[in-house]
């Protein structure tokens, strides 16, 4: 660390006594320290000024400025007298330590020992903070990219004479456990699936993506929401079997899974754990409440799955959605279903984007979000 001091009376002893101590001063004018300190590394200095001045001082206050600004330490030297006043300005930001002339060569000594371990301490600090926000920067960057692959795997919407889908999907953080599926499986025939994988965050979002890997396999397959219910389930329990029982308990997904025959206008779904979906034709007034009929998938190795079927009315419109659009975070056991289906219902005249749009804007007016939301809707023909 270098020492740095001014070409003034009050520091000419310090100096001395420093020369005895065979430390090596560089002396400066006060237009040569404003312009050291602004060309050199601040990590490696350190200066020695009087503790008093005036305030006609101009350089000396401009080079405190800079001192405190870039956090250089300094040692005040000052005589004692009868009358000793309140130094005019001191450093804010910056550490530094005082010492009265004539000095004590030991005193001089710590003082010195005692700024530099401390400057050290400081630096190892910042460059530890530097390495850390440089993680942060590479994590930040990372989680924008699996944000971005999440939004690319998500399935454009259908709109077809005899159907109508489309989603919206609002990540509460840079990625989301929340995700859904569809796509069209035989002529006249549509799969869909949407889960919600407990907890948050990037352990979540793992979980939904190696799902989202076998949807579409899946549903091209097997054509059956119990069956595709009874194989996420076993590709679960195989997935996470050499998981503690702790976390292997924590490890599940609530999930609507529906198989849509429109030639015969049937709806088949099974429902494990998730917030029931609404199907209502606006014609006759008629709803259906798809309502839980199985526990989330995962939670418990023996899984009863019911699966239901109906057969809707031409001009039906629906609904599915995740949690995060009925749950009130400030009264976590107040769900809005009952708010949710009466807006829905009024909605049903707008277009499919319009409604998404206006549904998922209502529950940001009722409340703060802190949870994944997927939102699906659209129109049976």
Known sequence: MKLYTLKLPECEEIHHTLQT?????????EQEA??????????????????????ESIYLLKIIELIDKYEIPVLFVYKRTKRMKEPYALPKKTIYETIQIPADLIEVKLKLKSLQNICIQLYAAKVKEQELESIRNRIRADLTLAKHIQQLVLPPPISETDIEIQGIFQPSSEISGDLFFWMHIDEREYGLIMIDVSGKGVYAALISMAIRSLMPGLIKRVKDP?????????????????LDEE?????YFTAFIAYINTKERQFQYVNSGHPPAIIYCPHTENTHILATNSIPIGLNPHLDIEKHSFYYEPSSRFIVYTDGLIESPNHPNILRFDTLEKEFKEKTHQDTSTLLHEMLVSRMRHSEINDDICLIAGTLY
């Open 34 to 55: 404003l312009a050291t300190i602004q060309k050199q590394n601040h990590n490696q200095m350190l200066f020695i000024l009087p503790l008093y001045y005036s305030k």
């Open 226 to 242: 119990f069956k595709i219910t009874k194989e996420l389930h076993e590709h679960m329990g195989r997935l996470f079997q050499k």
């Open 247 to 251: 976390t292997y308990k924590s490890t």
């Open 21 to 29: 101590l065979e430390r090596n001063v560089i002396i400066l004018t």
